[in-house]
T-cell receptor, first 112, second 113 residues
Framework: GENVGLHLPTLSVQEGDNSIINCAYS??????FIWYKQESGKGPQFIID?????DKRQGQRVTVLLNKTVKHLSLQIAATQPGDSAVYFC???????????FGTGTRLKVLA | DGGITQSPKYLFRKEGQNVTLSCEQN?????MYWYRQDPGQGLRLIYY???????QKGDIAEGYSVSREKKESFPLTVTSAQKNPTAFYLC????????????FGPGTRLLVL
């Protein structure tokens, strides 16, 4: 899309397969994380969030995993559909932090 | 139908011109934000407001100005002092402050003629 990175890492998956998108976050003190989905030419859409007192949280077809030891967040999408094609990015927030830190994102391409 | 609206979808600016981007929300959120999105970069915070009649500079406020006269509205003006204004501008809101989930509008694409 014209409004997101032209050279983003890309994950290509077959329709119906599961997708795993990763995010390395920057601040070990961060305790709240969000995954957003952004389609071309549109604003980011909230998918799922997780707080640091949890390792895993499930939504509808999506699961977020948090590994605080290595500062890693992942988004798993089950049975990936063509409508899942978009850029996905994570956001982190820390106590006392006055803003969110946003990742640059990963482009997910779903192959028919 | 609750949400955040931004207008226009596309905006063209001539050199030396100030332009204003609109952001309205009917979510009854106290806090509103403006971000700039450029290729290959994460969202960068321009300005934020946690309550009516108050706003603070973000990381890249130079060349921009805002107002917050109403809870529902947080317009952003891109002034002629902003030398590289071409970007995708996103407005967001949250229930209160930065520790709450932020929800985004559809964005405005600003292009320079």
């Amino acid at each position: 899309g014209e409004n997101v990175g032209l050279h983003l890492p890309t994950l290509s998956v077959q329709e119906g397969d599961n997708s795993i998108i990763n995010c390395a976050y920057s601040n070990s003190a961060s305790d709240y994380f969000i995954w957003y989905k952004q389609e071309s030419g549109k604003g980011p859409q909230f998918i799922i969030d997780i707080r640091s007192n949890m390792d895993k949280r499930q939504g509808q077809r999506v699961t977020v995993l948090l590994n605080k030891t290595v500062k890693h967040l992942s988004l798993q999408i089950a049975a990936t559909q063509p409508g899942d094609s978009a850029v996905y990015f994570c956001a982190e927030n820390s106590p006392g932090g006055y803003k969110y830190i946003f990742g640059t994102g990963t482009r997910l391409k779903v192959l028919a | 139908d609750g949400g955040i609206t931004q207008s226009p979808k596309y905006l063209f600016r001539k050199e030396g011109q100030n332009v204003t981007l609109s952001c309205e929300q009917n979510l009854n959120h106290d806090a509103m934000y403006w971000y700039r999105q450029d290729p290959g970069q994460g969202l960068r915070l321009i300005y934020y407001s946690q309550i009516v009649n108050d706003f603070q500079k973000g990381d890249i406020a130079e060349g921009y100005s805002v107002s917050r006269e109403k809870k529902e509205s947080f317009p952003l003006t891109v002034t002629s002092a902003q030398k590289n204004p071409t970007a995708f501008y996103l407005c967001a809101s949250s229930m209160s402050g930065f520790r709450e989930t932020q929800y985004f509008g559809p964005g405005t694409r600003l292009l320079v003629l």
